[in-house]
């Protein structure tokens, strides 16, 4: 029921505005808050969301609502508030984040898809004499209805596949009232003939133990608090999320666990499900009917826990009471297109309007996440050693930079891992190589001239892949084939320099040609569900060596890998980008934590240019802590975050001088913001804490023909910085000749 003469409807548009719309009297017990409408805009027709009801508009001609999608409301009004803290936090549209609330298969809804169904209708002596009656005239027929009298009922393209028999077979013999046929939904249900066998808790360690009971403590409170869980590599921080979670059900309330989607495993997926009854997964690779049976099951109440990836943030639970944010510190967690949040951080947001508690897990936690519970907003709990008190596994760093062929240049693979490599294998045990960059080679240049090979759309150079011989441009993924010559200086000599996994792969089987590798890349695991079967492959023993890029990091246990080799820790930490020394971190803690999971021990060995970079070697030695202290240092220095607050503004087109004017236009606009007109700077701040860094060049200038400029806004809050940023607010951001665009809290500043 309409209280209120207009509703505010907010659309799928880059902009923070609600529009007023003209309830017309057929819909006045029809509209509702947080109901989808149909409404004109523009020349458009086009859905939007009621947000609100007024009785006061100063808009002089109001249009009509068109239509009521929903029956009741898909969105509650805690959701919507979760909402309007998106928008006013990350500067989209209250539309766009309400627009990632609901997955596209739910927005669009789903047709039933039905399937036809033959019965047989006649008892077993009339079909054997029909059948040898018509064998002769209609053999077709009589070979449906021998298949048939075997198994009584069967679908069409079952029987069709049989019996070779075409739908007007079927009709006949329906007409002569042998058969029925009927319609059947047909459903496509996630855990169909899957048997989960049920699991008790664990008997915990002391530190579960600890952490499990202040968590307890925490839900039962109904009070939002925040508590990361701070746990070195198979110390068992998913038994702590079960049995928390098993209390939160006890006391008739829900929880939403979110993992990387990389780790949404399988197995992963059956721990929830062994323990628990009712749960629910989203996830990317669901088929469509699946997606949203679970959406649906969700929304009406059918589901205790939610698992998913990212946008599982968003699941239509009631009564929340926990969510758990495990691997807090991925950045897959942060999405790359508006709305650019970080669900992380949304989670927090949910949770105060649920009362919930949050629990952030990690090894090697966020920066911004471990400095929150310095300060004491977050509530802080460790797990310092591995069920079963396995030590973790000794890292040993090689200096590449001493690892070189007589004068033929560098060695993708040192003596010692090499040795070490034969050392495990000949032992029967597992080896586990990363290498974060895929194709065959990252480098072609020129010998005579040096010209070096780039995209002609993008700012980036080519990768040579070997098996589809052609060279990739990997961020826009153009393919071209292999030049032949210089583009130049039409010279013949082109040099494929460095090693991707392609090429890794190829080293190393023709050095260790009687063991079986497997490599897992994006290039190797495009099936759906060919991840999965590498690691069952894996896990049976089938495989001795498995390389990989980063999705290799994460989240495996596998007792006979007792060798870990990082064949280049330099990818990242060379990157134009604050956070490459955490990232590096990380990346290192997380793959080293892959072995020494069983009796045999395990080891490292991880290859690098930079042995004596603060991110290398506090990874060496497990010292989170220590690294933590030291980086947060050089960020109070530079006042990066969680000391300041970021936000990038990227701008693009097709011209480089528009983009270039737009992008001073944009920073003069901003400087205005901070610069007061009595000379003094915004909020009486000095001038480390606040200011526009840039317009500059993007460190990628050119993506997809598109050049790109950009500009860092910096200040000392995000309360100053959406301040700042509100002087850009309304300027159109998808204007033809130059596109803009805000990421507030930016994971990427390339
Ligand atoms: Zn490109
Ligand atoms: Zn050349």
Redesign the pocket.
């Known amino acids: 029921m309409a209280y209120g003469k207009f509703a505010e409807v907010v659309l799928d548009i880059p902009l923070n505005k609600k529009f007023h719309y003209n309830i017309p009297p057929s819909f006045v017990n029809q509209v509702e808050i947080g109901k989808r409408v149909k409404v004109p805009f523009g020349r458009r027709t086009v859905v939007g969301y009621c947000v609100g009801l007024t009785n006061i508009s100063d808009v002089k001609t109001l249009k009509d609502i068109i239509h009521v999608i929903d029956t009741t409301p898909i969105l509650s009004s805690k959701m919507l508030g979760v909402a309007e803290w998106m928008a006013n936090f990350y500067f989209c549209g209250l539309g766009e984040a309400l627009e990632s609330f609901l997955p596209s298969v739910v927005k669009k809804g789903i047709k039933s898809r039905t399937i036809n169904v033959i019965r047989l209708c006649k008892d077993g002596i009339s079909v054997k004499e029909m059948i040898s009656t018509i064998k002769k005239r209609a053999p077709i027929q009589a070979r449906a209805l021998e298949a048939l009298a075997e198994v009584g009922e069967i679908t069409f393209p079952e029987l069709a596949n049989i019996s070779k028999c075409k739908m007007d077979s079927v009709n006949r013999l329906r007409d002569r009232g042998f058969i029925t046929l009927d319609k059947v939904e047909v459903s496509d249900p996630l855990f169909a003939g899957k048997h989960f066998k049920k699991t008790v808790h664990f008997s915990s360690t002391e530190e579960q133990e600890v952490a499990i009971r202040l968590i307890k403590r925490k839900v039962r409170e109904r009070k939002h608090s925040v508590v990361l869980l701070k746990g070195v590599t198979g110390s068992g921080k998913t038994e702590v999320y079960l049995q928390a979670i098993s209390e939160v059900i006890t006391l008739g309330m829900k929880a939403i666990v979110l993992v990387p989607e990389i780790s949404l495993t399988p197995q992963t997926i059956e721990r929830f499900k062994s323990r628990f009854d009712r749960v629910a997964v989203l996830h990317s690779s669901l088929t469509e009917r699946q997606r949203s049976d679970q959406w649906w099951d969700i929304k009406n109440g059918n589901a205790d826990v939610v698992v998913g990836a990212r946008s599982a943030i968003f699941a239509p639970l009631e009564d929340v009471g926990l969510i758990v944010i495990d691997e807090e510190h991925e950045n897959t967690f942060k999405q790359d297109t508006s709305p650019r949040y970080n669900a992380r951080d949304v989670s927090v947001v949910r949770a105060a309007y649920e009362n919930a508690v949050v629990v952030l897990g990690s090894a090697t936690p966020s920066l911004e996440s471990f400095y929150n519970t310095e300060i004491g907003k977050y509530e802080c709990v460790t797990l310092k050693n591995r069920v079963g008190h396995k030590p973790l596994p000794r890292v040993e760093v090689i200096d590449m930079r001493r690892e070189i062929f007589g004068g033929k240049g560098q060695k993708p693979i040192s003596d010692y891992l090499e040795l070490s490599m034969k050392e495990c294998l000949s032992k029967k045990e597992q080896v586990l190589l990363l290498l974060n960059r895929r194709g065959f080679s990252p480098f072609i240049s020129c010998r005579r001239c040096g010209f070096v090979l ?5 700012d ?1 150079s ?1 990768t040579y892949h070997k098996k589809k011989e052609a060279v990739i ?6 393919e071209e084939p292999v030049p032949r010559e210089c583009p130049d200086c039409c010279s013949p000599g082109i040099r494929f320099t460095g090693f991707g996994t392609e090429r890794m792969e190829e080293l190393i089987r023709a050095r260790f040609p009687q063991y079986n590798l497997l490599r897992m890349d994006s290039d190797t695991m495009r099936g759906r569900d060919s991840h999965e079967k590498a690691l069952s492959a894996f896990r049976r023993g089938d495989i001795d060596i498995l390389l990989g890029t980063q999705m290799i990091a994460k989240g495996l246990d596998f007792p006979n890998v007792t060798l870990v080799g990082v064949l280049s820790a330099d990818t990242i930490v060379n990157l134009p980008d604050f956070r490459a020394s955490e990232k590096t971190f990380q990346l290192l803690c997380q793959v080293a934590g892959r072995t020494g999971r069983s009796a045999k021990g395990g080891k490292v060995i991880v290859q690098t240019y930079n042995p004596e970079h603060y991110s290398i070697t506090y990874a060496a030695t497990h010292d989170y802590d220590g690294f933590a202290k030291k980086e947060l240092e050089y960020r109070k220095q530079l006042y990066y975050p969680p000391y300041g607050r970021l936000a990038r503004v990227v701008l693009r087109g097709k011209k480089d001088l528009d983009v270039k004017e737009k992008a001073s236009n944009i920073a003069e606009k901003l400087m205005n913001a901070i610069k007061l007109s009595d000379g003094s700077l915004l909020a009486g701040l000095r001038k480390d804490k606040v200011g526009v860094l840039g317009p500059a060049p993007a460190p990628i200038v ?3 023909d598109n050049y790109r400029w950009h500009l860092i806004v910096k200040a000392d809050s995000f309360k100053n910085l959406h301040t700042i940023l509100k002087s850009i607010e309304n300027e159109n951001r998808n204007s033809k000749k130059v596109q803009m665009m805000i990421d507030v809290d930016p994971y990427m500043l390339l």
């Open positions: 780039k995209c002609k759309r993008c980036i080519l441009c990997h961020y826009c993924f153009a050119r993506v997809k």
